[in-house]
């Protein structure tokens, strides 16, 4: 069994900085690609950010210059640096990944169960 685990999540004051964390655990084989995506109140779920396994990344226009997304793919895992934080990034955050877990021929695409973030104005 394959499972992602968020934590880093909070309350910050505008302007501030948060760091995920995000680790996948179980039978895994290979990770292709991670990703951050993230649900504000009233809004449907958005990518925020993700990272090839080779390390390419692509970012939100809303996010890019404050947030940075690495991973480290001995540990199995993915950050998201958050800098300079706006009210507007107040949501609960996923960590979403394709993983071949061992046994299988194909990726399958698994979520963490979400952290809250809030920024205070």
């Known amino acids: 069994q394959v499972q992602l685990v968020e934590s880093g999540g909070g309350l910050v004051q505008a302007g501030g900085s948060l760091r995920l964390s995000c680790a996948a655990s179980g039978r895994i084989f290979s990770i292709n690609a991670m990703a951050w995506y993230r649900q504000g109140p009233g809004k449907q779920r958005e990518l925020v950010a993700d990272i090839t396994s080779g390390g390419s990344t692509m970012y939100a226009d809303s996010v890019k210059g404050r947030f940075t997304i690495s991973r480290d793919n001995v540990k199995n895992t993915v950050l998201l640096q958050m800098n300079s934080l706006k009210p507007e990034d107040t949501a609960v955050y996923y960590c979403?990944?394709?993983?071949?877990?061992?046994?299988?021929?194909?990726?399958?695409?698994?979520w963490g169960q979400g952290i809250q973030v809030t920024v205070s104005s």
């Open positions: 979403n990944a394709g993983i071949i877990p061992r046994g299988f021929l194909s990726s399958q695409n698994y």
